[in-house]
Each structure stands twice: as structure tokens, then as C-alpha cells.
């Protein structure tokens, strides 16, 4: 049973390209979360989805930044026009339910030239 | 809003000994606490998850208590090795499936 896949593992891009970043969750998790850590700070948040909903996107920036997860495929991250403030690593989770642990994948590490 | 602070932030140890990590939060109403690690440039391994129900919770050589009044987790890990070594994170979510709250993490070397 893999584990959460994300791809790429690493991703650079010059100032003012975009960004897009992918979760495959576990087989049978319907829960996907996305989260990032810059350079010496802890995760923090961004975005709680289920198939084909937003549930909460609290920690996402306004701009530049947003999510999806269709009916098939994998959850996409996209960032816009990315600045140098962008580079971090961002993490994805998933689970089954909200009672269940949630499960990380490796994450994709974003720099920004 | 929810604030998680770890201590002690690095922790070396020789290997065998048996140690404590302490995280306490802000907000007592949690519904679940989970314990993960992360290696260097890799994601994060989940090691346990303590519902608010539950005081403890053991895997192996790792053992969870919660104490929710004072806001507080430790994670126990006895006769530690030198694959112990990591960042241990703590993190507490407010309603089940929601997004976990994370401290910055202890770092922890065991050596040999």
C-alpha cells in the first residue's frame, strides 16, 4: 500500500513563473491537507480538502495561491507568480477520516532563483 | 488561538538512556494529539496519535500521555538508539479532521 505521493521532490523556479505542486494520497483517503515550512519555522496550514471541495483554505495565502482536488487525480497545489519569499517545503497529508492519523508525504522542496 | 511550544528545542543523549519530550499548548479543548518524527529532508512519520478521551498511548519503546486541563503531552522514549535520532513533533488539531497545529519540534541525537 504506497503512501502519499508527491511530485516532484524538488522544484525550481525563477521569480514570476508558476509553481504546481502534487499529493496522491494514501488508497482510500478521501482527506487531503497541505502544509508548509519555511526555513527554521514549524509547519503551518494551508489548506483542508475533500474530493472536489475546498473545507478550509484559512491558512492559504490570499493571493497567488490555490488548491484543488477533483474527482480523479491528484490534489494540486498552485502558486503564481512566485517570489523568493516562496521557498519552503511543502508538505502533504492525508487521511480516511478526521479520526484517523494523518499520513505525510515526503514533500516537494520549492526554490525560487 | 492554538500555540504549541516544544522543550527541550535539541536534546543530545548517549545512546540508552531514557529521555522525555514535553509539548504543551495554549488551548485545552483538543480533540486529537499526534506525535510524528521527521529526518532530515523527508516528510513526517506519524508515531502516535492520543485521542482527548485517552491518557496514553504506547508503541514499542515510544509511550504518549496527555493531560488536557494543563494543556499539556509528553512523549517517553526508553533506551534510546542512534536511529532515534530526529526532530520530534508535537501537534494537537481542534476538531477532528481539521488542521494539525505544530511546535517547531525538539532535535534529538543519540549517540553511540
Known amino acids: 500500500n504506497a503512501g502519499v505521493m508527491q511530485n516532484p521532490r524538488h522544484l525550481v523556479r525563477r521569480r514570476g513563473q508558476e509553481a504546481r505542486l502534487r499529493c496522491s494520497p494514501m488508497?482510500?483517503?478521501?482527506?487531503v491537507y497541505w502544509y508548509r515550512q519555511l526555513p527554521e519555522e514549524g509547519l503551518k496550514f494551508m489548506v483542508y480538502?475533500?474530493?472536489?471541495?475546498?473545507?478550509?483554505e484559512s491558512g492559504m495565502p490570499k493571493e497567488r495561491f490555490s488548491a484543488e482536488f477533483p474527482k480523479e487525480g491528484p490534489s494540486i497545489l498552485r502558486i503564481q507568480q512566485v517570489v523568493r519569499g516562496d521557498s519552503a517545503a511543502y508538505f502533504c497529508?492525508?487521511?480516511?477520516?478526521?479520526?484517523?492519523?494523518?499520513?505525510f508525504g515526503d514533500g516537494t522542496r520549492l526554490s525560487i532563483l | 488561538k492554538q500555540e504549541v511550544t516544544q522543550i527541550p528545542a535539541a536534546l543530545s543523549v548517549p545512546e540508552g538512556e531514557n529521555l522525555v519530550l514535553n509539548c504543551s499548548f495554549t488551548?485545552?479543548?483538543?480533540?486529537?494529539l499526534q506525535w510524528f518524527r521527521q529526518d532530515p529532508g523527508k516528510g513526517l512519520t506519524s508515531l502516535l496519535l492520543?485521542?482527548?478521551?485517552?491518557r496514553e498511548q504506547t508503541s514499542g519503546r515510544l509511550n504518549a500521555s496527555l493531560d488536557k486541563s494543563s494543556g499539556r503531552s509528553t512523549l517517553y522514549i526508553a533506551a534510546s538508539q542512534p536511529g532515534d535520532s530526529a526532530t520530534y513533533l508535537c501537534?494537537?488539531?481542534?476538531?477532528?479532521?481539521?488542521?494539525?497545529?505544530f511546535g517547531k519540534g525538539t532535535t534529538l541525537s543519540v549517540s553511540s
Open positions: 497529508a492525508s487521511s480516511p477520516d478526521g479520526n484517523q492519523p494523518q499520513h
Open positions: 488508497k482510500g483517503h478521501s482527506h
Open positions: 480538502l475533500q474530493k472536489e471541495n475546498i473545507i478550509d
Open positions: 488551548d485545552s479543548a483538543i480533540y486529537n
Open positions: 492520543i485521542q482527548s478521551s485517552q
Open positions: 501537534a494537537p488539531d481542534n476538531q477532528a479532521g481539521t488542521a494539525l497545529i
